[in-house]
Every structure is written in structure tokens, then in C-alpha cells.
Nanobody, 113 residues
Framework: DVQLVESGGALVQPGGSQRLSCVTSGFTFSTSTMSWVRQAPGKGLEWVASIFNYTENIHYADSVKGRFTISTDSAKNTLYLHINDLKSDDTGMYYC??????WGQGTQVTVSS
């Protein structure tokens, strides 16, 4: 089975930084598209970023460009999301997704002073 386990969510002050992790198993990581999707309280799902591991082709949502960095550690089959300059609008549940078909349970990021 595909397994995706997110971690790293926390209560963070505005302007702070955080690294989210997604440890994966059950599929060929090197040929997969891995994504981060988030959901703010009371809002719908918002795609954040994706990386196609085979070519390391990366795309970001306009709302996070310049602040978020998606990356992988292929040796550990792990996806990361580095977030800088956190804003209150970044608050939400962050999900790791495999090919936008398989989803993890999410990790909560709360940005508050």
C-alpha cells in the first residue's frame, strides 16, 4: 500500500520558517509526482507545490512562490516543504500527495503571534 506520513507542523510565529516532511513507502518514488496541498480553516483545498522526481521539475502556486521550497531526499523516499516568511494565511492542514491520487493524513501548520 502507498503510505504517506507527514510531520513537522507546528505553531509558528509570523515571519518564521518551518520544514514539513513526508515519509513515503509503497511505490516507486523516483518516477512519481509528489505534491503538497493545504486546506485553511473553513476553506477548500489549495494546491501548493509539486515535484516530478524523474526530472526534478518543480511547480509552485503563485501564492507561495519565493517563500516555499519543495525538495526530496531520494535515499529516504522523503518529500520536504521548506516554508519561509510564514504568514497567517499559511495556516492550515498540509497534505502530502502521491500523483495527486494518494494522500497522507496531513500535518497542521498554525501561524500566530
Amino acid at each position: 500500500d502507498v503510505q504517506l506520513v507527514e510531520s513537522g507542523g507546528a505553531l509558528v510565529q509570523p515571519g518564521g520558517s518551518q520544514r514539513l516532511s513526508c515519509v513515503t513507502s509503497g511505490f516507486t518514488f523516483s518516477t512519481s509526482t509528489m505534491s503538497w496541498v493545504r486546506q485553511a480553516p473553513g476553506k477548500g483545498l489549495e494546491w501548493v507545490a509539486s515535484i516530478f522526481n524523474y526530472t526534478e521539475n518543480i511547480h509552485y502556486a503563485d501564492s507561495v512562490k519565493g517563500r516555499f521550497t519543495i525538495s526530496t531526499d531520494s535515499a529516504k523516499n522523503t518529500l520536504y516543504l521548506h516554508i519561509n516568511d510564514l504568514k497567517s494565511d499559511d495556516t492550515g492542514m498540509y497534505y502530502c500527495a502521491h500523483n495527486l491520487r494518494n494522500w497522507g493524513q496531513g500535518t497542521q501548520v498554525t501561524v500566530s503571534s
